[in-house]
Nanobody, 120 residues
């Protein structure tokens, strides 16, 4: 059974930093594009960043230059380093895996989410 377990959320002041981690169980990590999404109250879930199996990254414009996504294949873990946080970054952050196999479209998995709050 595939599981994505996030950690690292919390409350931080504007300008502060947090690092989110997402540990993936099972054998999907090496064949998955990993990503982070977020959902603020009353808003739709939105893409934050993704990273491919060859470490190619993609970021939402709102986080470029402040957030960095990375992956550690040995630990089956993907990270999101968030610097210079702003109140508008407040949201529940979800880890995502798009697992590619030889057959059919990718299988999508989600973590349970971790809360990030940016406030004085």
């Amino acid at each position: 059974q595939v599981q994505l377990v996030e950690s690292g959320g919390g409350l931080v002041q504007p300008g502060g930093s947090l690092r989110l981690s997402c540990a993936a169980s099972g054998s999907i990590f090496s064949r998955s594009i990993m990503g982070w999404y977020r959902q603020a109250p009353g808003k739709q879930r939105e893409l934050v960043a993704t990273i491919t199996t060859t470490d190619r990254t993609n970021y939402a414009d709102s986080v470029k230059g402040r957030f960095t996504i990375s992956r550690d294949t040995a630990k089956n873990t993907v990270y999101l380093q968030m610097n210079n946080l702003r109140p508008e970054d407040t949201a529940v952050y979800y880890c995502n895996a798009d697992h590619y196999t030889a057959y059919g479209p990718p299988q999508r998995y989600w973590g349970q989410g971790t809360q990030v709050a940016v406030s004085l």
